[in-house]
């Protein structure tokens, strides 16, 4: 137990598992040496459990900032890879053509950067646009069934060997547990009330989503 308390990722929700994927893909940490720790964990029924009543897709509708234009163009490119390892499209996560539209252009900076690496990215022509929409595409989106996707994904942390721990944290520190080095703070609006941290600038927003099964539906 001691060597798996070395990197701390506190919540597990959609952020939380994807940074500790992310750790055993990316910064080639031993699973072994890490622990999620989170009030709610992956088949949890909690109302303040808010990832698995989240709707999840891949979308353009972001700034063209250099930062933001590479964190799109990574993700994108690496969902595949993810899709992958935690056993396929039937795991929550699949391929979907979707239609974007913009009321303005949204600049050459972002198209080409679109351009270089969305699937059967099709610009739709003026002529075809809806009244009061200036720009159309269609491509390949990402979609995400998140109750499916968080289990699957925290069901291929376990079996890589990452510690699970359910356990409500009151102040930040007590995240920090023996041989720690480093806490990823991914607790959502846990933000909002745990100390050490007190983030006011987090809150909650309602919404609502409906599942609709409609096989004939591909987009």
């Not at 070395?6 to 994927?21: D, F, H």
């Not at 909690?46 to 930062?67: E, L, M």
């Not at 351009?115 to 990402?142: C, D, E, F, H, R």
């Amino acid at each position: 137990m001691s060597q798996s308390n070395e990197y701390v990722v506190l919540g597990a929700g959609i952020t939380g598992l994807y940074t500790a994927y992310c750790l055993i893909n990316e910064a080639k940490v031993s699973p072994h040496h890490i622990t999620v720790i989170g009030e709610h964990l992956p088949g949890d029924g909690s109302v303040n459990y808010t990832s698995p009543r989240a709707g999840g897709n891949f979308s353009c509708i972001t700034p063209d900032d250099d930062d933001t234009l590479e964190f799109d163009k990574y993700t994108y490119t690496h969902l595949e890879d993810l899709q992958n390892n935690i056993g396929g499209a039937s795991k929550g996560i699949d391929h979907r053509q979707t239609t974007e539209y913009w009321d303005v252009y949204p600049g050459d900076k972002k198209i080409n950067s679109l351009k270089s690496y969305l699937k059967k990215l099709k610009v739709i022509p003026n002529v075809q646009l809806p009244a009061g929409v200036a720009y159309g595409i269609k491509y390949t989106t990402w979609n995400f069934f998140c109750p499916f996707y968080i289990q699957s994904i925290a069901k291929y942390l376990r079996s890589k060997g990452v510690t699970f721990i359910k356990r409500k944290l009151t102040h930040i520190s007590q995240a920090y547990l023996p041989r720690t080095k480093v806490v990823f703070n991914c607790t959502g609006l846990g933000s909002f009330s745990i100390s050490g941290v007190k983030d006011s600038n987090v809150y909650p927003t309602r919404g609502q989503v409906l599942v609709v099964h409609a096989p004939h539906s591909r987009e």
